[in-house]
């Protein structure tokens, strides 16, 4: 399959490139009136950031901020702080995107199968095979412990629009002038189903999520977007055919999909609270103690957490630097990622960290064929998820119980859902035996996996005797939620969509 003709005009921007945000706002609605939907979906679409010019947004905000720290040229020597200001409503960048579910695109009369059984099915439909929490004990009879918003039958998601930028009040305006649009000439053809905000945590916690881990380092490479014109992947990035992430491009293996589909992706939207004073308190109780006393000696507890996650809190990877934190190299893109895993080996990263689960760098290498030379690739994810809800408060850390909500709204974008987050969360997190034919079982994922009825465990987290299990108490982070959706192409939104 050629891509010589691929476009990243053509692309919606939070798939390949990613809306810059400190702020997210999703907006869940359905369709009640399609025929005016497709009318006014049509004025909609000029309003869509596409992933150039995302990538021109993020290349605007890299400069100025380059330029107001040097305060000469900015990046590539290109672009000076004059002209950067000059051009100052670039800086308060708001993006727009938008993604329709299964039940969404019937609203509006398309009736072509996109050949995701997950999709057409929906979230609801995968919520027992994720393991989410509920009541029921087969996939019939199986209700979620989800929010309302997920759970209707009659009033259920159609669509689900994305505003992300730097303010709430710069998103919040663009989202009225979204729903303006929606509602034009005294016909609102939409209804709110539910809205949700993300916000990037303050400060020195920025880019990290709840538990305190940078998040958003690793990401694959995309080919025919990270390679050209003088790109190439950061070090330790895996460079991934562009059909892992578009459908219809080289690498998207399903066949017979509707021609309008290509270039568009599959969106897992999933909102998973995190139960962060309980997890602390795990971490200070079942760590052992050391006897180390240098400097920057970590805390049991950061020891305990860096080997559940893969990753120290700074995001230094524990394969490169298994002892104590290094936050210089977690801070260099040229170094934090360049690393493989030792297959058979758990000394320096237990084989169920949530890293490692989720790329599991060379432990797959025995399964390589000359068609699939690497194993990990079908199954890379683009994450695009933020951070909700508050900081823990004074309270919570003294009780240490959660009072208040708050998580990670998940967002990942795959060109098949069944090899992208639905297997990751169902083959590898909660998978026991995963990383296969390992010398000791490597247990549940302790940030993600989760199980019906069974007491989670994991080896590797006693670094002194890796085949020891641990026992997870409990889930720290529990599904509330989600839909599976399908972000469109330009073209389909345009001449498809739209009418
Ligand atoms: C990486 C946290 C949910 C898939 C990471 C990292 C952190 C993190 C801190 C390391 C930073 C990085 O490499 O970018 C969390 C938390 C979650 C969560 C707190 C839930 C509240 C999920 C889910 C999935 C997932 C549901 C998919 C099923 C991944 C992947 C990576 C990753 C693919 C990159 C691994 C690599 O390439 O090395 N996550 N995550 N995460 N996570 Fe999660």
């Known amino acids: 399959m050629a891509d010589g003709d691929f476009k990243l005009s053509n692309v919606q921007g939070d798939i390949i490139v990613g809306l810059s945000k400190k702020t997210e706002i999703f907006f869940f609605f359905r369709v009640v009136n399609g025929t005016a939907f497709r009318t006014q979906l049509k004025n909609l679409v000029p309003l869509i950031t596409t992933a150039d010019q995302a990538t021109g947004e993020r290349t ?81 009879n199986f209700k979620p412990d989800w929010d309302a918003a997920f759970l209707q039958e009659q009033q259920a998601i159609h669509g689900v629009v994305l505003v992300a930028g730097d303010s ?64 190439k992947p950061l070090p330790g990035q895996s460079l991934v055919d562009l ?21 568009g ?46 990753r120290w809190k700074s995001g230094a990877p524990l394969r490169i630097t ?15 990622n360049k690393f493989k895993f030792n297959p058979k080996s758990q000394e320096m990263c237990p084989f169920s960290a949530h890293v490692r689960k989720m790329n599991p760098r060379k432990d797959l290498d025995q399964f390589a064929t ?21 900081e823990v408060t004074t309270e919570e850390k003294l009780t240490k119980s959660t009072r208040y909500e708050r998580g990670l709204y998940f967002v990942s974008y795959q060109s098949n859902l069944s090899q992208g987050f639905s297997f990751l969360q169902k083959r590898w997190a909660n998978e026991k035996t995963f990383p296969p034919q390992e010398p000791v079982e490597p247990g549940f994922d302790p940030i993600i996996g989760q ?35 399908f972000s469109p192409s330009i073209e389909a939104l345009n001449h498809v969509l739209s009418s």
């Open 322 to 336: 298994p002892f104590v934190d290094n936050p210089v190299l977690a801070a260099d893109p040229q170094r934090n």
């Open 168 to 231: 709430f009040e710069s998103v919040n305006g663009k989202l009225e002038e979204v729903k303006a649009i929606l509602s034009a000439k005294g016909t609102s053809s939409i209804a709110e189903v539910a809205t949700l905000a993300g916000d990037v945590r303050p400060g020195e916690f920025k880019g990290h999520e709840h538990f305190g881990f940078l998040d958003g380092i690793s990401q694959p490479a995309l080919k025919g977007v990270d390679n050209v014109g003088g790109k």
């Open 370 to 390: 000359a068609s699939i030379p690497d194993p990990v690739a079908p199954h890379m994810i683009l994450r695009r998820g933020i951070p909700f809800g508050p």
């Open 451 to 485: 199980a019906h009825d069974e007491v989670r465990v994991m080896t590797g987290a006693n670094d002194d005797n890796t085949n020891e299990p641990l026992r997870l108490d409990r889930q720290w982070v529990q599904s509330k939620g989600g839909e599976y959706f």
């Open 60 to 140: 605007a905000i890299r400069a100025f901020k380059a330029a107001r720290a040097g305060g000469a040229n900015g990046v590539d020597g290109q672009t000076t702080l004059g002209e950067i200001t000059e051009n100052a409503p670039l800086l308060s960048v708001v993006g727009v995107n938008i993604a329709f579910s299964q039940k969404g695109l019937i609203a509006l009369g398309i009736q072509d199968d996109l050949k995701d059984p997950l999709f057409t099915a929906g979230q609801r439909g995968d919520a027992f095979d994720l393991a989410d929490k509920g009541t029921g004990n087969t996939k019939e």
């Open 243 to 263: 059909g892992v992430a578009l459908l219809g491009r080289s690498g998207d293996t399903v066949k017979g999909r509707a021609s309008w589909a290509k270039d």
């Open 265 to 310: 992706s599959f969106l897992a939207f999933r909102k998973l609270p995190q139960f962060v004073p309980e997890f602390d308190r795990f971490l200070e109780e079942k760590s052992k103690p050391i006897s180390d006393d240098f400097d920057d000696a970590p805390t049991p507890a950061d020891i305990l957490g860096a080997r559940m996650m893969g």
